[in-house]
């Protein structure tokens, strides 16, 4: 990658980064919308796999989102 971003959550060892979205943070303005898309193409071309949850779901069903972290930490070929 040519920049740097800031991931939420990054396991480099599965090249994988869990990114949790809120609507107060992510869907405000336009630009801060357009960012977060740029920053996930950046970090695919740089091989990692992106998993987004959305706030409420880290939340309210945490369970559910790290097994679903932990089943694409088991995949080695993100299929």
Known sequence: MDCCYRVDVTIPD???????????NHGKSLRGF?????RTRALLLAGWRVVPF?????????ERCVEIVL???????GQ
């Not at 599965?14 to 990114?19: D, H, I, S, T």
């Open 14 to 24: 599965a090249l994988l980064a869990v990114e949790i979205d809120g609507w107060a």
């Open 71 to 77: 089943r694409l930490m088991e995949r080695q070929d």
């Open 34 to 38: 357009r960012q977060d898309h740029e």
């Open 54 to 62: 959305i706030h409420r779901e880290a939340l309210q069903d945490t």
